[in-house]
């Protein structure tokens, strides 16, 4: 069975601190992407990554940033963390793009920021 | 103007209705096209892909129009457990989403 995999299901941190939300996937895909998903907005891509220590910028990068050191690992940093990136965090990967390429979803991680 | 669009809903429909979605995309580039479902507090996980000839799968029929820009869905037969939010999705070498649609099914 496929499987992404999300560090943490509910995070609560304080404003100002450094946050690293994990996210590892077990079927070898290429692509890699961080979105998060706000009532009303929809899923917004933040970062996404076609390789190994490649990273592209998504729609809403400010405050952000992503590792990806192994093919496996895709990690988002939120540098300084505000009361407005309260939200759910969802973690996807693929193959190479293509047509009808599946995205396969890790459980999100829901963020508190206090 | 958002990139994909959805009508948020909801839509409650009674069991055994017939439902219909619609999705508008604004970029021409976009390479393919899908429906995700996506239960309360849940991940989204693929329905259906969308081909431009239309496709089927048990009750439910998705069908693309690429000179509208145009992709929906349609539920024949609805069940109670076809609750949830339906995610229109365009692949324009990333993935896309729109808003969600809810659609609720009541006994």
């Known amino acids: 069975d496929v499987k992404v995999t999300q560090s943490s299901r509910y995070l609560v941190k304080r404003t100002g601190e450094k946050v690293f939300l994990e996210c590892v996937q077990d079927?070898?895909?290429?692509?890699m992407f961080w979105y998060r998903q706000d009532p009303g907005l929809g899923l917004r891509l933040i970062y996404f990554?076609?390789?190994?220590?490649?990273?592209e910028k998504g729609d809403i990068p400010e405050g952000y940033s992503v590792s990806r050191e192994k093919k496996e690992r895709f990690s988002l940093i939120l540098e300084s963390a505000s009361t407005n990136q309260t939200s759910m965090y969802l973690c996807?990967?693929?193959?190479?793009?293509?047509?009808?390429?599946?995205?396969?979803f890790g459980q999100g991680t829901r963020l508190t920021v206090v | 103007r958002k990139e994909v669009e959805q009508d948020p809903g909801p839509f409650n429909v009674p069991e055994g209705a017939t439902v219909a979605f619609n999705c508008t995309y604004s970029?021409?580039?976009?390479?393919?096209f899908f429906w995700y479902r996506q239960d309360c507090r849940k991940e989204p996980k693929l329905l259906m892909s969308?081909?431009?000839s239309g496709n089927e799968d048990g009750r439910f029929t998705a069908q693309l129009n690429r000179a509208s820009q145009y992709i929906s869905l349609l539920i024949r037969d609805s069940k109670l457990s076809d609750s949830a939010t339906y995610l229109c999705?365009?692949?324009?070498?990333?993935?896309?989403f729109g808003t969600g649609t809810r659609l609720q099914v009541f006994p």
């Open positions: 996807a990967s693929t193959r190479p793009q293509g047509l009808n390429t599946e995205a396969f």
């Open positions: 079927m070898d895909h290429e692509n």
């Open positions: 990554s076609y390789d190994v220590k490649m990273k």
């Open positions: 970029n021409s580039a976009s390479q393919s």
């Open positions: 969308v081909y431009s």
């Open positions: 999705v365009v692949n324009r070498d990333k993935l896309i």
